[in-house]
């Protein structure tokens, strides 16, 4: 059974940060790529940032140099540091699975249950 744990969203001002976490089981983690998505109120899921199972990651435009993710292939686990924030972070964000970084939420295989960022202004 495919079970994800994600952890770490709450309220923070703008310019703070948070780190989330994602931990899993029941599927082989090292081989396949984590995401982060986000949705916000009334917008479409975005991809935020994908790790590949040997480490290589995509930021999307709008995090680039604010936020890193990172994995722990013995631990089963995937963690997004999240720097600088913006009122415009705030959305539910949501951990995922794939063998592959695709680019639409369809194609992701497995989904966490999303955990809340709020930024304050």
């Known amino acids: 059974q495919v079970q994800f744990v994600e952890s770490g969203g709450g309220l923070v001002q703008s310019g703070g940060s948070l780190r989330l976490s994602c931990r899993t089981s029941?599927?082989?983690?090292?081989?396949?790529?984590i995401a982060w998505f986000r949705q916000a109120p009334g917008r479409e899921r975005e991809k935020v940032t994908c790790?590949?199972?040997?480490?290589?990651?995509i930021y999307a435009d709008s995090v680039d140099g604010r936020f890193a993710i990172s994995r722990d292939n013995a631990r089963n686990s995937a963690w997004l540091q999240m720097n600088n924030l913006k009122p415009g972070d705030t959305a539910v964000y949501y951990c995922?699975?794939?063998?592959?970084?695709?680019?639409?939420?369809?194609?992701?295989?497995?989904w966490g249950q999303g955990t809340q960022v709020t930024v304050s202004s």
């Open positions: 995922a699975a794939d063998p592959f970084c695709g680019t639409s939420k369809d194609e992701w295989e497995y």
């Open positions: 790790i590949s199972y040997d480490g290589n990651h």
């Open positions: 029941g599927f082989a983690f090292d081989s396949y790529a």
